[in-house]
Protein backbone atom coordinates (compact mmCIF):
# COMPACT_ATOMS: atom_id res chain seq x y z
CA UNK A 1 0.00 0.00 0.00
CA UNK A 2 1.70 3.85 -0.68
CA UNK A 3 2.34 5.97 1.52
CA UNK A 4 0.81 9.29 1.12
CA UNK A 5 3.87 11.14 0.76
CA UNK A 6 1.95 14.07 1.81
CA UNK A 7 0.59 13.13 5.28
CA UNK A 8 0.88 15.35 8.05
CA UNK A 9 1.04 14.39 11.93
CA UNK A 10 0.29 18.01 12.92
CA UNK A 11 -2.38 21.12 12.42
CA UNK A 12 -0.35 22.27 9.22
CA UNK A 13 -3.20 24.50 7.04
CA UNK A 14 -3.82 22.38 3.97
CA UNK A 15 -3.33 25.49 1.69
CA UNK A 16 0.56 24.45 2.32
CA UNK A 17 -0.31 20.78 1.21
CA UNK A 18 -2.05 21.83 -1.61
CA UNK A 19 0.36 24.00 -3.28
CA UNK A 20 2.63 21.62 -5.81
CA UNK A 21 4.97 22.32 -8.77
CA UNK A 22 3.63 20.86 -11.94
CA UNK A 23 4.78 20.95 -15.14
CA UNK A 24 1.28 20.40 -17.28
CA UNK A 25 -0.18 22.85 -17.63
CA UNK A 26 -3.29 23.68 -19.50
CA UNK A 27 -2.61 26.61 -21.92
CA UNK A 28 -5.20 29.04 -20.67
CA UNK A 29 -4.67 32.73 -20.44
CA UNK A 30 -4.09 33.94 -17.01
CA UNK A 31 -5.85 36.92 -17.11
CA UNK A 32 -4.25 40.46 -15.90
CA UNK A 33 -6.15 40.49 -12.79
CA UNK A 34 -5.08 37.51 -11.78
CA UNK A 35 -1.91 37.95 -11.89
CA UNK A 36 -1.56 41.04 -10.08
CA UNK A 37 -3.90 39.13 -7.30
CA UNK A 38 -0.61 36.88 -7.00
CA UNK A 39 1.88 40.05 -7.14
CA UNK A 40 -0.49 41.99 -4.42
CA UNK A 41 -0.14 38.74 -2.23
CA UNK A 42 3.66 38.65 -2.61
CA UNK A 43 4.06 42.17 -2.08
CA UNK A 44 2.57 41.61 1.52
CA UNK A 45 5.97 39.54 2.91
CA UNK A 46 7.96 40.48 5.66
CA UNK A 47 11.50 41.87 4.30
CA UNK A 48 14.68 43.21 6.33
CA UNK A 49 14.02 47.10 7.20
CA UNK A 50 10.70 46.36 5.23
CA UNK A 51 13.28 47.07 2.07
CA UNK A 52 11.04 44.95 -0.41
CA UNK A 53 13.91 44.19 -2.26
CA UNK A 54 12.02 41.81 -4.62
CA UNK A 55 10.79 42.72 -8.26
CA UNK A 56 9.07 40.57 -11.17
CA UNK A 57 9.14 40.83 -14.72
CA UNK A 58 6.29 38.97 -16.51
CA UNK A 59 4.51 38.07 -19.80
CA UNK A 60 1.38 36.49 -20.59
CA UNK A 61 1.30 33.75 -22.88
CA UNK A 62 -0.89 35.70 -25.20
CA UNK A 63 1.82 38.65 -25.41
CA UNK A 64 4.54 39.65 -27.94
CA UNK A 65 7.39 39.07 -25.18
CA UNK A 66 6.07 35.26 -24.52
CA UNK A 67 8.21 33.92 -26.98
CA UNK A 68 10.93 36.39 -25.70
CA UNK A 69 10.96 35.43 -21.50
CA UNK A 70 10.24 31.53 -23.39
CA UNK A 71 13.77 31.66 -25.22
CA UNK A 72 15.46 32.65 -22.32
CA UNK A 73 14.51 29.36 -20.58
CA UNK A 74 16.80 26.32 -21.00
CA UNK A 75 15.50 24.20 -23.77
CA UNK A 76 14.00 21.33 -20.83
CA UNK A 77 12.43 24.31 -19.46
CA UNK A 78 10.84 25.61 -22.71
CA UNK A 79 9.60 22.36 -23.08
CA UNK A 80 6.78 22.02 -20.93
CA UNK A 81 6.64 26.06 -19.65
CA UNK A 82 5.42 26.70 -23.22
CA UNK A 83 1.75 25.94 -22.27
CA UNK A 84 1.67 28.25 -19.01
CA UNK A 85 -0.41 31.00 -18.61
CA UNK A 86 2.53 33.39 -17.96
CA UNK A 87 5.81 33.16 -17.01
CA UNK A 88 7.64 35.68 -13.99
CA UNK A 89 11.47 36.26 -13.48
CA UNK A 90 11.99 36.66 -9.88
CA UNK A 91 14.61 39.28 -8.79
CA UNK A 92 16.29 41.04 -5.89
CA UNK A 93 17.92 44.07 -5.09
CA UNK A 94 21.02 42.83 -3.40
CA UNK A 95 21.65 47.02 -2.01
CA UNK A 96 20.08 48.71 0.65
CA UNK A 97 20.10 51.75 2.74
CA UNK A 98 18.87 52.38 6.14
CA UNK A 99 15.44 54.56 5.98
CA UNK A 100 16.00 58.13 4.75
CA UNK A 101 19.37 56.92 4.30
CA UNK A 102 21.09 57.39 0.25
CA UNK A 103 24.23 55.39 1.88
CA UNK A 104 23.67 51.94 0.03
CA UNK A 105 25.45 49.30 1.08
CA UNK A 106 25.38 45.29 0.25
CA UNK A 107 21.74 43.63 1.49
CA UNK A 108 22.45 40.11 3.38
CA UNK A 109 18.70 39.27 3.01
CA UNK A 110 17.77 40.13 -0.48
CA UNK A 111 17.36 36.28 -1.77
CA UNK A 112 15.48 35.42 1.49
CA UNK A 113 13.14 37.75 1.74
CA UNK A 114 12.03 37.54 -2.20
CA UNK A 115 11.94 34.16 -1.88
CA UNK A 116 9.34 34.91 1.01
CA UNK A 117 7.50 36.94 -1.59
CA UNK A 118 7.63 33.97 -3.98
CA UNK A 119 6.47 32.00 -1.37
CA UNK A 120 3.78 34.20 -0.96
CA UNK A 121 2.86 33.94 -4.51
CA UNK A 122 2.42 30.75 -4.71
CA UNK A 123 0.38 30.47 -2.16
CA UNK A 124 -1.95 32.57 -3.47
CA UNK A 125 -2.05 31.28 -6.66
CA UNK A 126 -2.73 28.05 -5.21
CA UNK A 127 -6.02 29.43 -3.19
CA UNK A 128 -7.13 30.98 -6.77
CA UNK A 129 -6.88 27.80 -8.25
CA UNK A 130 -4.12 27.97 -10.28
CA UNK A 131 -0.72 26.12 -9.88
CA UNK A 132 3.15 27.79 -9.90
CA UNK A 133 6.26 25.55 -10.75
CA UNK A 134 9.49 27.81 -9.78
CA UNK A 135 12.95 27.18 -12.03
CA UNK A 136 16.22 27.82 -11.88
CA UNK A 137 17.37 26.64 -15.57
CA UNK A 138 17.51 29.90 -17.15
CA UNK A 139 20.11 31.49 -19.36
CA UNK A 140 20.46 34.59 -16.20
CA UNK A 141 23.41 36.57 -18.37
CA UNK A 142 21.47 36.19 -21.40
CA UNK A 143 18.27 37.45 -19.61
CA UNK A 144 20.15 40.17 -18.08
CA UNK A 145 20.82 41.65 -21.25
CA UNK A 146 17.65 40.78 -23.39
CA UNK A 147 15.28 42.51 -19.82
CA UNK A 148 18.03 45.55 -19.20
CA UNK A 149 18.56 44.17 -15.92
CA UNK A 150 20.89 46.44 -13.78
CA UNK A 151 23.88 44.48 -11.86
CA UNK A 152 22.50 45.05 -8.58
CA UNK A 153 19.51 43.29 -9.27
CA UNK A 154 20.18 39.51 -8.73
CA UNK A 155 17.55 36.84 -10.30
CA UNK A 156 16.45 34.38 -8.18
CA UNK A 157 14.32 32.46 -10.34
CA UNK A 158 11.61 32.06 -13.31
CA UNK A 159 8.12 30.73 -12.50
CA UNK A 160 5.59 29.25 -14.87
CA UNK A 161 2.05 29.80 -13.83
CA UNK A 162 -1.88 28.77 -15.08
CA UNK A 163 -4.36 26.10 -14.76
CA UNK A 164 -3.58 22.35 -14.16
CA UNK A 165 -3.28 20.23 -17.61
CA UNK A 166 -3.13 17.11 -18.40
CA UNK A 167 0.24 14.66 -17.90
CA UNK A 168 -0.27 13.37 -21.18
CA UNK A 169 0.98 16.60 -22.93
CA UNK A 170 4.11 15.82 -21.13
CA UNK A 171 6.97 13.16 -22.35
CA UNK A 172 6.64 9.84 -20.52
CA UNK A 173 9.61 10.13 -18.11
CA UNK A 174 8.31 13.64 -16.75
CA UNK A 175 4.57 12.17 -16.59
CA UNK A 176 5.76 9.44 -13.92
CA UNK A 177 6.88 12.15 -11.93
CA UNK A 178 4.01 14.87 -12.16
CA UNK A 179 2.64 14.65 -8.71
CA UNK A 180 2.80 16.05 -5.41
CA UNK A 181 6.13 15.77 -3.63
CA UNK A 182 6.86 14.84 0.12
CA UNK A 183 9.06 16.50 2.11
CA UNK A 184 11.83 15.71 5.12
CA UNK A 185 10.30 15.29 8.48
CA UNK A 186 11.18 17.73 11.09
CA UNK A 187 13.35 15.74 12.98
CA UNK A 188 15.68 16.17 9.88
CA UNK A 189 15.06 19.78 9.52
CA UNK A 190 14.70 22.03 12.68
CA UNK A 191 17.32 20.86 16.02
CA UNK A 192 17.13 22.44 19.69
CA UNK A 193 20.35 24.08 20.12
CA UNK A 194 23.57 23.29 17.70
CA UNK A 195 23.51 22.13 14.39
CA UNK A 196 23.35 18.54 13.82
CA UNK A 197 24.91 17.33 10.75
Known amino acids: MATDPRAVTRAVDPLFLERWSPRAFDSSALPQDDLETLFDAARWAPSAFNY ?6 YAHRDSADWQRFLGLLLPFNQSWVQ ?6 FVLSDTLMAAPGSQDFKPSRSHSFDAGAAW ?3 ALQATRMGYHSHAMSG ?3 DA ?3 ELAVPERFRFEAAVAIGRLGDKAILPEALQARE ?3 GRA ?13
Not at 83 to 88: D, F, Q
Open 52 to 57: QPWRFL
Open 83 to 88: HAGALV
Open 119 to 121: AQM
Open 138 to 140: VDF
Open 143 to 145: ARI
Open 179 to 181: APS
Open 185 to 197: PVEQVAFAGNFVA
